[in-house]
Structures are given as structure tokens and as C-alpha cells.
């Protein structure tokens, strides 16, 4: 296993048995530590066997162990995390009815990637944009985050987030930005038709060039003493807004 990048190991119960349910030719090998076991053990192997996937048994202390990532006793070597093209994601999109979109700028925290990856998956997003450069990568640390959630939308990198937005708009799409100073907050502003959903960095929000490109502002409003929330938390909040108010009025 020391041989094999990082990136492209996946750790954890959730995300495997998700990989192998949808997306089984992606994993190469699973590789699970002698001695664990239980009814979820027991799934991602016989999901594995039936669909041709090696399964390999390694004892406690050969099996590969990180700081940062809580691996259950059992993770799995995979093909990189898969991307699509702008065209594909606004091809998507463009056959449901009120399709969402998430975008993602300077999202530097593998953690907040992965669970707003989550979230959006959870809210029936049809994928996330997030630019090459100044993004967070798709790594094992961001898939675990994800609970197995990036099997279940389409993950597409940009070069330009600006220049991507001006093309998202152009295909129907209504760009709403996170921004802390909004004057109209998200339980004020109706979210209706195509959506488009641009979710700041953790330290400075969107930059200058994306803001611009949204064609509305909005905040989430506080009740205490601070002033903004975590950003995969903020998207959370206004992606589940999003859903109630589809679910009200349909």
C-alpha cells in the first residue's frame, strides 16, 4: 500500500459501501483490517466479491493509519475522484425541472469541501462547480468529509469561476452569492426556477470578480453575538431554504 498516492485512497464505512453501490468500477482493491467486522464489514465485502472487486485482510499494524482520517478498519484504492465538463453538468441540469447548482470559491478546508458536497447532494443539487487553482482538493480527506456523497452528483473544475458564472447565466440559471453584508436575507428572497448557488471562501468571501457576477445577494441572518457562520454551514442553511421552499410550493 505504501506505493499508492494518497488522494486516491478512500477511508471509511459510508463512503466505500456509497463507491461500491454506485460507482464499483472505480475500486480497485478493498483492504480491511484483520479483526474488525459487524454487519457493515460484512456489506462492503460481499458487495466487493459480487462485483469482482479484491478484497484483502491486513493485520493492525501493517494497515495504513493518518492523524487526520478515521478509517474504521477498512478503506479501499480507487480510481481518482471522477470530474466532468461544464458542458456535461449544464447538459444535466438541463433536464430537470428546477435544477441547482452549487459553485464554490477558494474553498481552502477539505473538510468544508466534503460536507458541502454533502449538503448539496442531500438538497438534490445536480452538481458543484469549483475552480482548479483556488479550491480545496478532491481528496480522501474531502471524500470522507463527503460520506459518500460525491458518487451521487457532478464535480466540475473550472479554470474561471467568473467566466463560468457568465455561462451558467446564459443558460438560464439565476446566480445567488453568500454574502454576509446582503441587504435581503435568504428567508426574504424567493428561489425559484434555475438556481445557482455561489458559496465564498472561509476567510474573505467571494472574490471581487465572482461577486460581480451574481445576479442577487443574500444573507443568513443572526440572532447572536457573532456576525457569520462556517461555510459549509452557511450552505447548509441556504441550500435546505432552497428545498423548503420548493417543497411549500409544489
Same mark, same amino acid.
Do not use: D, H, N
Given at each position: 500500500m505504501s506505493n499508492q498516492p494518497d488522494d486516491d485512497l478512500l477511508w471509511g464505512i459510508h463512503p466505500i459501501l456509497e463507491m461500491l453501490r454506485l460507482q464499483?468500477?472505480?475500486?480497485?482493491?478493498v483492504v480491511i483490517q484483520q479483526g474488525k467486522g459487524g454487519n457493515k464489514i460484512q456489506e462492503i465485502i460481499t458487495l466487493a466479491q459480487e462485483q469482482g472487486v479484491? =478484497?484483502?485482510f491486513l493485520p493492525?499494524?501493517?494497515f495504513p493509519s493518518s492523524p487526520d482520517k478515521t478509517h474504521q478498519g477498512v478503506l479501499a484504492k480507487t480510481a481518482p475522484i471522477a470530474t466532468c465538463s461544464l458542458h456535461e453538468l449544464l447538459k444535466k441540469a438541463g433536464g430537470e425541472q428546477q435544477p441547482l447548482i452549487v459553485a464554490l470559491d477558494s474553498i481552502q478546508d477539505p473538510h468544508n469541501l466534503g460536507a458541502i458536497i454533502r449538503s448539496a447532494a442531500a438538497a438534490g443539487a445536480t452538481g458543484i462547480i469549483l475552480p482548479k487553482d483556488r479550491s480545496a482538493p478532491l481528496n480522501a480527506t474531502a471524500a470522507k468529509a463527503a460520506a459518500g456523497a460525491m458518487a451521487h452528483l457532478k464535480l466540475c473544475l473550472v479554470t474561471n469561476l467568473a467566466t463560468t458564472l457568465q455561462t451558467v447565466k446564459e443558460k438560464g440559471f439565476w446566480v445567488y452569492g453568500a454574502a454576509g453584508e446582503a441587504k435581503h436575507t435568504v428567508y426574504e428572497t424567493k428561489f425559484s426556477?434555475?438556481?445557482c448557488l455561489v458559496i465564498g471562501g472561509e476567510d474573505k468571501g467571494m472574490r471581487p470578480? =465572482?461577486?460581480e457576477q451574481c445576479d442577487e445577494l443574500v444573507s443568513i441572518?443572526?440572532?447572536g453575538s457573532l456576525n457569520s457562520l462556517n461555510a459549509s454551514v452557511a450552505a447548509g442553511v441556504i441550500l435546505f431554504?432552497? =428545498?423548503?421552499?420548493r417543497q411549500v410550493g409544489s
Open positions: 464499483p468500477k472505480k475500486v480497485r482493491e479484491k =478484497v484483502r493492525s499494524q501493517r426556477g434555475s438556481v470578480l =465572482v461577486r441572518p443572526m440572532a431554504e432552497i =428545498v423548503r421552499q
